[in-house]
């Protein structure tokens, strides 16, 4: 242990005891110290010495537990004093020491110095000097050592120094109390205000027995907020130190034990006090952090009256540098490069309470979750009917509000991340689903931490971890003291009153159900909508918050590419552009905000500490409104929608994303949709990147209306669709037709084809058999999976359908002219399909005059010169049959009265 050396003398003279030095640990008594040796590589040996010919008091004894008959023993009469008067002048301090005599027993006995050499004070001498301690009786004084006792006796006698002070000494006797009756009131009583206090014991690293002053109490105190490596006890009653609990011992041992200290009194746990040692020389629990001898604990760090960050700073200081535990710990994001820890994103989505998307600088998407909370479920097992499908955002109580706040918080908005840990792929067992790989962070916008604030407000909750799991947030401190605000305010999850009830009507699909929606709707006008999911460019799913229920929305006007389909045993690609359509799509509506609020998080929402604090304002909202114009056989509504006034189907026309469909002619926005898509045509990009421009014929502008053209020519009508439009063959091509289709057939003939090596996909040109056997030239419309698909056939219009849907007008149409020969007249064109008359070859009778006669359609009346007259004789035909109240008007005129209201217009 400590260094020796040995005195001079003459060969053959007197053995001179050899002088010992070490470094004083702990006093036993007034008469006993234990001294230890210089650390090398972990604790150093220890030893107990007895000083020679003295006595002095013995301190008291707590009866031993195993004992409960014995009682405890009080101090002797000075004997605290005595220890007192070596505690303030050796503990730390080095000394030498002499062996004068070991007893069987094996306990030592000698002289102790003050200092490196034995010409240093004598403590025998000084403890007998001021009265604390008397030489041994029966001791002769025949050495020098043992004269100068008895002389330093006789002047503590004389000057009446200590025990030979008048009085019994009962003053020096401690009225020492081992327990307390009530923790929590002994702690609240001292107000966080430190108590003087010596450190008799140092059980481990960061547990310590304390003697309170001046009140004499001794209680065990635990250091809050950290732990350090214990000893543990084996059945035999012997202890195993566990990894570095012996080193922490001793860094605790070595800087606080018999020391004076003050002790922050923090907290309770049993009959154990939670609190902070302060020693002149610093702070003992942030330094065994920062020396890797401790961790932080989380059941006990919000305690800490000096800040819990202060605590997980020097742990994190340790952890980089692994030091002691901490050895082997490799940090959650070591693999990750510093651009991918910490980043500036835009927030695209928010997929429920505790998970976003956001878009990169680099244009990628990432998913985000806040780390170390949970979003509110479901409590027990009989909460939701069996019957019913879950639709977690609606029916788990508080995840309605937990979205809703953080969509309105940070959709569209610039976030800074900081991630925190990577959390493993998870594969699923009988009760967890199988969960991949998620990036874990804090989430701040304007100084603001999310999930604090999400957490304060009782959205979400904190996730317990081991001890020894690092995977958490990085201010998970704070999370828990919002969690802690929560409950003691009673605030969502933790309220006591009842749950929100969310009744929303989901009709998507529903053809019954949209079908009494849709007028409703129509006159609604413009509704201001949320978008929770984008399936395309052009079909949406929306959140109507003032009808509280949710549509099917398809963008009116236009032609969107179709994104790739998952079908029963086939995966149908996307047309070009249609990914890019998609995502211009979910970044300009995708969950944006209907209300324009200008300041994101208000008073109530930011932090205590920072509702004091300017807050910058961090930007406005997108307004989200739809028209509904309509319906489709599914179920899905027909509209338009526009974001802060710009209507979104103009906007994907004029990013090239979609081409204007014939059905916008009817529509106010016609106009601005052909501007928007002549402008992208002219680009040449993406949907029109291989678009050529046709050759424009020179017009001469007719100053005089023309008198109507009437110049029939034969055609041989092939199929009529149910909105009466017709697809004819000129007569005079007819031949080359038929010898087109008749090469194709021999073709067919001579190769067969083989059955699945075509796969279709929408949009692309080839062969079909028809219903009558033979193959046809066609064009896929749909591909529903690989053994229904729906096709065009192009060289007679038709499509394969059930008759049963026509109406009384198709089919007087069909049984006159399908598949005979007619005379067809352009009259006028338009976008898409030209307006014609037809007439029959033998008879010269109008087609369209004839189904007018027979009150199957009506009029629609142009204002040109020239049709004047063919107008004039159908609306005579008309009112014909509204006299007779032929089919149309067997009801009378039912444009009439309040047709407006019923959606007619004439």
């Known amino acids: ?340 820890k910490q980043f500036v994103a835009k927030v695209m989505q928010v997929l429920n309470a505790d998970a976003i998307v956001v878009k990169l600088n680099s244009g990628d998407y990432k998913t985000i979750h806040l780390s170390s909370i949970r979003p509110p479920r479901l409590e027990g097992e009989n909460t939701q009917d069996k019957n019913k499908k879950l639709r977690p955002l609606y029916d788990i109580p508080y995840m309605f509000e937990a979205r809703e706040f953080l969509r309105k918080k940070l959709i569209g908005k610039k976030v800074n991340v900081t991630v ?78 009842e749950v929100p009830i969310h009744r929303v009507a989901d009709i998507s699909g529903d053809t019954q159900k949209a079908k009494q929606f849709l007028p409703f709707l129509q006159r609604a006008g413009r509704s201001e909508a949320v978008v929770e999911y984008v399936f395309s460019g052009s079909r949406l799913k929306l959140y109507l918050p003032k009808e509280t229920c949710l549509i099917t929305f398809l963008l009116a006007g236009i032609e969107c590419p179709r994104g790739a389909r998952n079908l029963p045993g086939l995966v149908q690609e996307g047309e070009p552009f249609s990914e890019e359509a998609m995502l211009f799509t979910k970044e300009l509506v995708l969950q944006r905000e209907f209300p324009r609020i200008k300041n994101i998080l208000t008073k109530e929402d930011r932090l205590p500490e920072e509702r004091s604090a300017s807050v910058p304002t ?77 050759p424009v014929e020179e017009v001469t502008p007719v100053l005089e209306e023309k008198e109507r053209s009437a110049s029939y020519k034969p055609v041989f009508v092939t199929e009529i669709t149910d909105d009466l439009h017709f697809y004819v063959q000129d007569v005079e091509t007819g031949t080359q037709l038929e010898k087109l289709m008749e090469n194709m057939r021999n073709d067919i003939t001579s190769h067969p084809p083989v059955e699945g090596s075509y796969a279709p996909r929408r949009g692309e040109f080839c062969i079909a ?29 038709n499509v394969p359908q059930d008759e049963d849907a026509r109406t009384d007008a198709v089919d007087s149409v069909v049984r006159d002219i399908q598949n005979t020969q007619c005379l067809l007249n352009v009259e006028h064109l338009s976008a898409g399909c030209p307006h014609v008359t037809l007439q029959f070859a033998d008879s010269k009778g109008d087609v369209g005059l004839g189904l007018v006669k027979e009150g199957l359609v009506m009029v629609e009346v142009r204002k040109e010169k020239q049709f004047q007259k063919v107008i004039t004789e159908y609306l005579n035909a008309q009112e014909s049959a509204k006299s007779a109240r032929l089919n149309l008007w067997r009801y009378g005129d039912f444009r009439a009265d309040d047709a407006d209201e019923f959606g007619y217009s004439r």
């Open 769 to 797: 058999k028809f219903e009558d056997g033979e193959w046809y030239r066609a064009r896929i419309e749909k591909v529903e999976s690989p053994a229904k698909v729906h096709v065009f056939y192009i060289d007679y219009g």
């Open 1 to 340: 242990m400590a260094s020796s050396a040995q005195s001079g003398g003459s060969s053959g003279g007197p053995t001179v005891p050899t002088v010992q030095r070490g470094i004083v640990k702990m006093v036993l008594s007034g008469c006993a110290i234990i001294v230890r040796g210089q650390p090398r590589g972990g604790p150093p040996p220890e030893r107990q010495i007895n000083l020679s010919n003295i006595r002095a008091g013995n301190l008291a004894r707590r009866a031993a537990a195993t004992q409960p008959d014995a009682k405890d023993t009080p101090d002797e009469p000075w004997a605290f004093p005595a220890r007192e008067f070596l505690r303030k002048k050796l503990i730390g301090k080095e000394v030498c020491f002499t062996i004068e005599n070991k007893t069987p027993q094996g306990r030592e006995y000698g002289m102790i110095y003050l200092g490196k050499d034995t010409n240093g004070e004598n403590i025998a001498e000084s403890l007998v000097a001021e009265g604390l301690a008397t030489r041994r009786e029966g001791m002769r004084a025949n050495n020098p050592e043992q004269n100068r006792l008895s002389e330093c006796e006789e002047q503590a006698k004389a000057a009446k120094k200590g025990m030979w002070s008048e009085g019994n000494g009962s003053h020096t006797i401690r009225d020492l109390k081992y327990a307390i009756e009530n923790p929590r009131h002994f702690v609240d009583s001292h107000h966080q205000k430190p108590v003087n206090a010596i450190i008799e014991h140092v059980r481990d690293g960061s547990v310590v027995r304390a003697l309170l002053l001046p009140d004499y109490y001794l209680v065990t105190v635990m250091l809050s907020g950290i732990k350090c490596p214990t000893f543990r006890r084996e059945a035999d009653g012997s202890e195993t130190p566990e990894p570095f609990a012996a080193e922490a011992k001793f860094f605790t041992e070595s800087r606080l034990l018999q020391r004076d200290v003050q002790i922050i009194l923090e907290s309770c746990h049993n009959q154990n006090i939670l609190g902070t040692i302060l020693h002149p020389n610093g702070n003992i629990t942030e330094l065994l952090l920062k020396e890797g001898f401790a961790r932080c604990v989380d059941w006990s760090i919000a305690v800490y009256t000096r800040g819990a960050e202060k605590l997980r700073a020097a742990e994190r200081f340790a952890k980089e540098r692994r030091l002691r535990i901490w050895r082997d710990y490799v940090a959650p994001t070591a693999n990750l490069d510093q651009k991918d």
């Open 420 to 497: 925190d840990y990577i959390r493993p792929a998870s594969p699923a067992t009988e009760t967890v689903p199988a969960f991949s790989e998620r990036t874990c962070a804090t989430v701040t916008i304007g100084g603001i931490n999310i999930a604090e604030a999400l957490v304060s407000k009782g959205l979400a909750t904190v996730i317990r971890y081991r001890q020894d799991d690092d995977q958490r947030s990085s201010h998970y401190d704070e999370l828990l003291a919002a969690e802690a605000r929560a409950i003691k305010n009673g605030k969502g999850l933790h309220s006591k009153k």
């Open 618 to 694: 961090i930007g406005g909202s997108h307004l989200v409104e739809v028209e509904v114009e309509s319906m489709d056989k599914a179920g899905n509504f027909i509209g338009w929608l526009h974001i802060d006034g710009a209507n979104l189907s103009v906007l994907l026309v004029e990013h090239a994303l979609s081409k204007v469909h014939f059905t916008a002619e009817r529509s106010s926005y016609y106009k601005s949709l052909l501007s928007a898509e002549e402008a992208a045509k002219q680009k040449r990009e993406k949907v029109w990147a291989h678009y050529e421009e046709q």
